[in-house]
């Protein structure tokens, strides 16, 4: 069941796909496309040329690029030289990317010249530039991908090494690296994607997902190439985008989130279209799906969508539904092959009855290896070897999971993860502003959207414009709030924690349509 031969360095990976299908087209975009072997030489060459740069075993390279097959060679060369890459969202703020560069110790930044432009002289000493030449020493993306390899080959097979580091929000507002290996991020493939969703070799995937998110990274760059599958990459989703795309025919999957397949659906039942017919199947994660959702996706267009539970952590997937097969409505469905999972108290620890809400928990050979630079809460999450997800969930007699709420405050919008904290902290420093909070709501296509509440300081005026207006200028788009309330106070307990649920009972009723 567990494709245990999925599971190799990325260099054999390579040399494999280069074999069995030279001439084959491996990832596509708007602008290029690679072939197997021709992936295989980019990726050789410009592993290479990092080694010479300082990109060995245990040193940092960030991605700072758009979705694109660019990316997919960039991620790759790094772990090829043994190096640990470090994706960043095209769309990250100057302080959001510099922090990320900051806190890894990355040697070497594969960007853009219109990125480049935003960093500061504390970015790092060597800039790898995918869209032109740069007279202030930057290095060519294209150069260091064509340079003939002089001598020996690099060789970098240990799989059990850090080899990723992604960035996921978490409670203190910071975002926290995840500190992920090959091995784990190719169970996941092995025991998840190929055996449960299907994928294999004569798959066209189209894939919507930002690469720098861990689902994407496993199932649109891994995933392609383990199983040796096709893709094409959309720079972004965008709904017409996407129909136009799956009404080309020959797409066989499609991964999402819940929002994405929402937006599909409505477009399609309003132009009466059904492009998913050359699909065979579609997969979500990133939040949870509503049942409804679920059922009339699959109800209008004839194609299984199933959907499961993942997170950075644990490199991706911890449950998911299987095709062809009973699944119970909201569901987010079984444990992966190889994954153990309990529902424990939090309080107590000890395992909850079936049907009885308790906290997530899980161990397997997906686990991350820690957090970057942070011990405390490393050892916070991952306890005798479980990890505990902060996540509530009910399983049923037949040990269907569904998840039912979060310990952690964490908002999920679109399948984005959003800090509470994070956002209050950039409204904090806002003239004028006392007091604030943030809390998640529902939206009826998102899951959630932060909605945030304001003390103004006596004697100065403001107004929710200017607050948002704020957060565009600190944030990256999809962490503004889409609301802002004026209130006279933060209601907090004793020792100074916000009463979220006090401020989520002022709003909490479904947002948007």
């Known amino acids: 069941m567990i494709r245990t031969d999925l599971i190799a360095p990325v260099a054999e990976l390579l040399k494999r796909q280069a074999l069995r299908f030279p001439h084959k087209a491996a990832y596509a975009d708007a602008d290029s496309a690679i072939t197997y072997s021709e992936l295989e030489g980019a990726v050789t060459k410009l592993a290479t040329q990092l080694r010479s740069l300082g990109i060995v075993p245990g040193a940092s390279a960030a991605i700072w690029l758009?979705?694109?097959?660019?990316?997919?060679?960039?991620?790759?060369?790094?772990?090829?030289?043994?190096?640990?890459?470090?994706?960043?969202?095209?769309?990250?703020?100057?302080?959001?990317?510099?922090?990320?560069?900051?806190?890894?110790?990355?040697?070497?930044?594969?960007?853009?010249?219109?990125?480049?432009?935003?960093?500061d002289a504390a970015s790092p000493d060597t800039i790898i530039l995918t869209d032109t030449a740069d007279e202030l020493g930057a290095l060519s993306f294209r150069t260091l991908c064509t340079t003939p390899v002089d001598g020996a080959v690099l060789e970098a097979d240990d799989i059990d090494g850090v080899s990723y580091i992604i960035y996921t929000s978490g409670t203190t507002g910071r975002a926290k690296g995840v500190l992920l290996t090959t091995r784990s991020m190719l169970w996941v493939t092995a025991a998840c994607w190929a055996p449960i969703l299907g994928l294999e070799e004569s798959d066209k995937v189209l894939s919507p997902l930002p690469l720098f998110h861990s689902y994407a990274l496993n199932i649109s760059v891994l995933g392609i190439l383990a199983t040796g599958a096709s893709e094409y990459i959309m720079e972004k989703f965008s709904t017409q985008g996407a129909i136009d795309l799956l009404g080309s025919g020959g797409f066989t999957i499609?991964?999402?989130?819940?929002?994405?397949?929402?937006?599909?659906?409505?477009?399609?039942?309003?132009?009466?279209?059904?492009?998913?017919?050359?699909?065979?199947?579609?997969?979500?994660?990133?939040?949870?799906?509503?049942?409804?959702?679920?059922?009339?996706?699959?109800?209008?267009?004839?194609?299984?969508?199933?959907?499961?539970?993942?997170?950075?952590?644990?490199?991706?997937?911890?449950?998911?539904?299987?095709?062809?097969?009973?699944?119970?409505?909201?569901?987010?469905?079984?444990?992966?092959?190889?994954?153990?999972?309990?529902?424990?108290?939090?309080?107590?620890?000890?395992?909850?009855?079936?049907?009885?809400?308790?906290?997530?928990?899980?161990?397997?050979?997906?686990?991350?290896?820690?957090?970057?630079?942070?011990?405390?809460?490393?050892?916070?999450?991952?306890?005798?070897?479980?990890?505990?997800?902060?996540?509530?969930?009910?399983?049923?007699?037949?040990?269907?999971?569904?998840?039912?709420?979060?310990?952690?405050?964490?908002?999920?919008?679109?399948?984005?993860?959003?800090?509470?904290?994070?956002?209050?902290?950039?409204?904090?420093?806002?003239?004028?502003?006392?007091?604030?909070?943030?809390?998640?709501?529902?939206?009826?296509?998102?899951?959630?959207?932060?909605?945030?509440?304001?003390?103004?300081?006596?004697?100065f005026v403001v107004d929710g414009d200017k607050v948002v207006a704020h957060c565009r200028s600190t944030l990256s788009s999809y962490k503004v709030p889409a609301a802002v309330h004026l209130v006279a106070e933060i209601p907090r307990t004793g020792s100074g924690k916000i009463m979220r649920f006090k401020l989520r009972e002022l709003v909490d009723k479904p947002t948007g349509a």
């Open 66 to 119: 758009p979705n694109s097959v660019d990316w997919v060679v960039a991620c790759l060369a790094i772990v090829r030289a043994g190096g640990i890459a470090v994706p960043i969202s095209y769309e990250a703020t100057t302080a959001e990317a510099s922090y990320r560069l900051d806190d890894s110790g990355a040697l070497v930044l594969i960007t853009t010249s219109a990125r480049r432009e935003m960093l």
């Open 254 to 459: 499609m991964p999402g989130v819940p929002t994405m397949f929402h937006y599909l659906l409505q477009a399609a039942q309003a132009s009466g279209t059904r492009p998913f017919a050359s699909v065979k199947r579609c997969a979500s994660a990133g939040a949870i799906m509503p049942a409804s959702l679920n059922q009339e996706f699959e109800a209008y267009f004839g194609v299984e969508l199933l959907d499961g539970y993942g997170i950075t952590e644990t490199s991706t997937m911890v449950t998911m539904n299987w095709p062809g097969k009973s699944r119970v409505p909201g569901s987010c469905g079984l444990p992966v092959p190889g994954v153990a999972v309990r529902l424990v108290d939090p309080f107590t620890g000890l395992d909850v009855e079936t049907g009885q809400e308790g906290e997530l928990i899980c161990r397997g050979p997906n686990l991350m290896r820690g957090y970057h630079n942070k011990p405390q809460e490393t050892n916070d999450a991952l306890r005798n070897g479980w990890y505990h997800t902060g996540d509530l969930a009910r399983s049923d007699v037949n040990g269907f999971l569904t998840i039912t709420g979060r310990l952690k405050e964490i908002i999920i919008r679109g399948g984005q993860n959003i800090a509470p904290a994070e956002v209050e902290e950039a409204i904090l420093p806002l003239e004028g502003v006392k007091d604030a909070a943030v809390v998640g709501v529902s939206h009826a296509s998102l899951g959630e959207v932060p909605v945030a509440f304001v003390v103004v300081k006596e004697g």
